[in-house]
């Protein structure tokens, strides 16, 4: 089975070209770009929400997109089993959609922070991490003014419990600690699932480290996950 991927678009959004463009190099065939208030979704196994300044970042990141008329069908598909990744921006959207837990908040530091960081997978059971080793270090760019994760004792626990967190931020040798740490996330997380790990939702972007010409590939095995997983 060939899988079929849409990305919605917001007005701001600024990274949906390069997701699909990361994903038709791994799909081998284009990505579907679906405009905000659009009402249905075809029929496809994976959307991605990107990365950018969705609606300005007014009121709070993500908020007014998480109302997108769009966002009414992702939420209905995704309780289905339609696998959903938010990427920055987008994992802000669907967090205020609620389709993962916990909130993206300023970084600690109160700026906008743009580099490559490392990352420890911390699960490869689901379709986005199939491809990567439990402990491994990856390499992937960030861009954000807020990323610093936040949720409740309860939440978190909960998270670690039942193996929710997919990434934390970590040192180019694994290790974890403040200074690993660029935003200040609670337990240096980067990227956490819902419950049924069929949606994701992370900080860094795996589409700007898919291609050699880009510095790295280290992204790559994202995709390559969900092509193996979902055909």
């Known amino acids: 089975m060939s899988v079929k991927a849409a990305v919605i678009v917001f007005p701001g959004s600024n990274c949906d070209r390069d997701i699909a463009v990361a994903l038709?190099?791994?799909?081998?065939?284009p990505t579907q770009m679906i405009w905000h208030r659009d009402?249905?979704?075809?029929?496809?196994?994976?959307v991605v929400v990107p990365g950018g300044f969705s609606y300005g970042d007014y009121l709070r990141c993500g908020a007014m997109a998480?109302?997108?008329?769009?966002?009414?069908?992702v939420k209905r598909r995704a309780e289905k089993g339609m696998r959903v990744l938010g990427i920055c921006n987008?994992?802000?959207?669907?967090?205020?959609?609620?389709?993962?837990?916990?909130?993206l908040m300023r970084n600690k530091n109160l700026k906008y922070i743009c580099k490559d960081v490392y990352l420890k997978v911390e699960d490869s059971q689901s379709a986005f991490t199939s491809k990567y080793s439990v402990g491994e270090v990856v390499r992937i760019p960030i861009g954000h003014g807020e990323g610093n994760y936040y949720a409740d004792t309860e939440t978190l626990d909960r998270l670690e419990?039942?193996?929710l967190v997919a990434?934390?931020?970590?040192?180019?040798?694994?290790?974890?600690?403040d200074f690993s740490n660029p935003n200040g996330s609670q337990r240096n997380?980067?990227?956490?699932?819902?419950?049924?790990?069929?949606?994701?939702?992370?900080?860094?972007?795996?589409?700007?480290?898919?291609?050699?010409?880009?510095?790295?590939?280290?992204?790559?095995?994202?995709?390559?996950?969900?092509?193996?997983?979902?055909?």
Do not use: W
């Not at 987008?90 to 909130?103: D, M, N, R, S, Y």
């Not at 997380?189 to 280290?218: C, Q, W």
């Open 189 to 231: 997380i980067a990227g956490v699932f819902n419950k049924s790990r069929t949606v994701l939702g992370m900080m860094p972007h795996p589409e700007r480290l898919s291609d050699p010409k880009l510095g790295g590939i280290d992204g790559r095995k994202m995709f390559e996950s969900l092509v193996e997983t979902l055909s």
């Open 90 to 103: 987008g994992f802000q959207i669907i967090a205020e959609a609620g389709l993962v837990p916990g909130v």
């Open 24 to 29: 038709e190099q791994s799909l081998g065939k």
């Open 39 to 46: 009402t249905e979704l075809p029929d496809v196994d994976l």
């Open 161 to 163: 419990g039942e193996g």
């Open 167 to 177: 990434f934390r931020y970590c040192s180019p040798r694994g290790d974890l600690s």
């Open 66 to 73: 998480a109302h997108s008329p769009i966002m009414h069908e």
